[in-house]
């Protein structure tokens, strides 16, 4: 099993910036990869941002070159450093991790952001 919490979400205006960090504990040896998604308001889950195990990234169309994955050296820690924030980045952001064939995922954190 592994554990994932995020936290770093809020308010911030269009233009701000916002860390998201999410943390994984448990059985973590086994990760394949560790990603970011959002979810707005009546729409479906989606990819923002994944990281590899041997540090390779990939990034959605709408927030490449604002927003930047990143972890610790002991991938026990997953950034999500967003700048450039739009109105439209609202959503609840879920950290996500790939252990063998499952995913497993956070509870999630609120990012609001207001034009």
């Known amino acids: 099993q592994v554990q994932l919490v995020e936290s770093g979400g809020g308010l911030v205006q269009a233009g701000g910036s916002l860390r998201l960090s999410c943390i994984a504990s448990?059985?973590?040896?086994?990760?394949?990869?560790m990603a970011w998604y959002r979810q707005a308001p009546g729409k479906q889950r989606e990819l923002v941002a994944r990281?590899?195990?041997?540090?390779?990234?990939t990034y959605a169309d709408a927030v490449k070159g604002r927003f930047t994955i990143s972890r610790n050296n002991a991938k026990t820690v997953v950034y999500l450093q967003m700048n450039s924030l739009k109105p439209e980045d609202t959503a609840v952001y879920y950290c996500?991790?790939?252990?063998?064939?499952?995913?497993?995922w956070g509870q999630g954190t609120q990012v609001t952001v207001s034009s």
């Open positions: 996500n991790a790939l252990r063998t064939l499952t995913n497993y």
């Open positions: 448990g059985s973590i040896s086994s990760i394949i990869t």
């Open positions: 990281i590899g195990s041997g540090g390779s990234t």
